[in-house]
């Protein structure tokens, strides 16, 4: 086992990351922006390091400083977290080739999966259900528009490289194809460099579900179940269910054998995530994410697993232990995304955090940064709490969930919270009967 790991990440994920190497035993190595030199991941680690002025580019992105902090300090491996360098295959390969290991997959699959086209290749190559789409890139529009007529409008055209929705366009007919080709395309090249796309039938009314796999060096994958996070807002998850209220345990284990089956067939290992739209009974495949998730604590609390903890056993080496008969999932849990924005024009919120006040109880849990006095940087993701609430019963997590909202005091900034309990309140929820379009319909009634 690994004696001191560096954390190459910010706010509540590294705070995450830091617990479970504390409960290990392991020493951490927390890195840091000059704007985050008073936040908790820094009070808390072992050593910490400044790697940069505020602009994450500058510091979180900054892959020889980070590099050379882990040297400096004498640290034998480094865990991403999620987003910055967490999917970046060249820094994956960077930290192996200073003697280090990365907690998470091997630089190959990072790459196999990062691109949207190659992943969708692949899973479908291991018999895993795709979207009707393009086979590939889309190389012209009159490619685009063969490959819309064999599907039928409408379509969705989708950057290669991309995620949180840009690069993504809807054709409702043949008319509207064009300006949406080129849309994409010109977002694609903006926002990732890379302006490939291609196309998928569009869904009307899908959840997305997504199944979160662990899987170690010596050919072991499991998986932790399934989650639910159909309720997003510009594609960005709002609040999340494990497990879905609309999936079954037959459909559950007949998914988490398709997946576990191919992912053994690659040689993946350590954690990931693969996401499905499901319609009509239907799941079908729409990319991988090769990291923890922001919404694994769902995962946790119907597992009893700390999939942390896991990430940093396969990472040292150790078998999984266990196989998918000994992994038992029961009740349920919701996790809220409580976010430093204008709850109801979503205008980002930085500033001072005159009072904090986390709410507890049975079944409730918070994983944040924040403490009174602690200025919210706006250099970095709105995101500044995750709550997440555990029952028996989904109607029991919502009662904890509803609850723990009113007993949660963050003051001198706007948060999302009342978006929430506007959300735990309303009908279609309370009966688990939302798509992801759900949410932004909802958002927009409450704005007129």
């Known amino acids: 086992m690994f004696k001191k790991i560096l954390i190459a990440n910010r706010g509540e994920i590294a705070l995450r990351v830091l617990r479970a190497c504390r409960e290990l035993g392991i020493a951490s190595v927390a890195v840091h922006s000059t704007a985050d030199a008073d936040a908790m991941h820094v009070?808390?680690?072992?050593?910490?390091?400044?790697?940069?002025?505020?602009?994450?580019?500058?510091?979180?992105?900054?892959?020889?400083?980070?590099?050379?902090?882990?040297?400096?300090?004498?640290?034998?491996?480094?865990?991403?977290?999620?987003?910055?360098?967490?999917?970046?295959?060249?820094?994956?390969?960077?930290?192996?080739?200073?003697?280090?290991?990365?907690?998470?997959?091997?630089?190959?699959?990072?790459?196999?999966?990062?691109?949207?086209?190659?992943a969708k290749t692949t899973m479908a190559d291991l018999g895993v259900p795709l979207v009707p789409g393009s086979p590939g890139?889309?190389?012209?529009?009159?490619?685009?528009?063969?490959?819309?007529?064999?599907?039928?409008?409408?379509?969705?055209?989708?950057?290669?490289?991309?995620?949180?929705?840009?690069?993504?366009?809807?054709?409702?007919?043949?008319?509207?194809?064009?300006?949406?080709?080129?849309?994409?395309?010109?977002?694609?090249?903006?926002?990732?460099?890379?302006?490939?796309?291609?196309?998928?039938?569009?869904?009307?009314?899908?959840?997305?579900?997504?199944?979160?796999?662990?899987?170690?060096?010596?050919?072991?994958?499991?998986?932790?179940?399934?989650?639910?996070?159909?309720?997003?807002?510009?594609?960005?998850?709002?609040?999340?269910?494990?497990?879905?209220?609309?999936?079954?345990?037959?459909?559950?284990?007949?998914?988490?054998?398709?997946?576990?089956?191919?992912?053994?067939?690659?040689?993946?290992?350590n954690a990931g995530t693969l996401e499905f739209l499901y319609q009509d009974g239907q799941f079908a495949f729409i990319e991988m994410n090769t990291r923890l998730q922001v919404e694994h604590p769902v995962s946790e609390m119907i597992s009893g697993m700390d999939l942390v903890r896991e990430q940093i056993r396969i990472a040292a080496g150790e078998p999984l232990g266990y196989t998918q008969d000994d992994i038992t999932l029961a009740g349920h849990s919701i996790e809220c995304r409580i976010t430093a924005e204008d709850p109801q024009t979503f205008a980002p919120s930085p500033g001072k955090v005159e009072m904090f006040h986390p709410p507890g109880g049975l079944g409730i849990r918070v994983d944040s940064g924040l403490y009174a006095g602690y200025r919210i940087p706006p250099h970095y993701d709105s995101l500044v709490a995750k709550l997440i609430s555990y029952g028996k019963t989904r109607e029991e997590a919502i009662a904890r969930m509803k609850r723990a909202l009113r007993e949660f005091v963050i003051t001198g900034v706007k948060t999302t919270i009342p978006l929430h309990q506007k959300i735990l309140e309303a009908p279609d929820f309370m009966a688990g009967d939302y798509t992801i379009h759900w949410l932004e319909k909802f958002v927009a009634a409450q704005q007129d």
């Not at 390091?49 to 300090?73: E, F, K, Q, W």
């Not at 999620?82 to 390969?93: D, P, V």
């Not at 290669?160 to 929705?165: L, Q």
């Not at 993504?168 to 300006?179: K, S, W």
């Open 43 to 118: 009070r808390l680690a072992d050593e910490s390091v400044c790697i940069g002025p505020p602009a994450a580019r500058d510091s979180y992105l900054n892959m020889p400083a980070i590099i050379s902090a882990a040297l400096i300090t004498g640290a034998e491996a480094i865990h991403p977290g999620y987003g910055f360098l967490s999917e970046n295959a060249k820094f994956a390969e960077m930290v192996e080739a200073h003697n280090l290991v990365f907690i998470g997959p091997t630089a190959e699959h990072i790459r196999m999966m990062g691109d949207k086209i190659t």
């Open 137 to 269: 890139e889309l190389a012209s529009l009159e490619e685009a528009r063969e490959v819309a007529e064999r599907i039928m409008f409408p379509v969705l055209i989708k950057a290669a490289a991309g995620g949180g929705g840009r690069g993504m366009r809807v054709a409702q007919t043949a008319g509207d194809l064009e300006t949406a080709w080129r849309e994409a395309r010109a977002e694609a090249g903006a926002a990732f460099g890379n302006n490939a796309v291609y196309m998928e039938k569009y869904l009307d009314k899908p959840r997305h579900i997504e199944l979160q796999i662990l899987a170690d060096n010596h050919g072991e994958v499991v998986h932790i179940g399934e989650r639910d996070c159909s309720l997003q807002r510009r594609h960005q998850k709002v609040l999340e269910e494990a497990g879905s209220p609309v999936i079954t345990p037959e459909a559950r284990n007949a998914l988490g054998k398709t997946v576990t089956d191919a992912l053994k067939r690659i040689g993946y290992r």
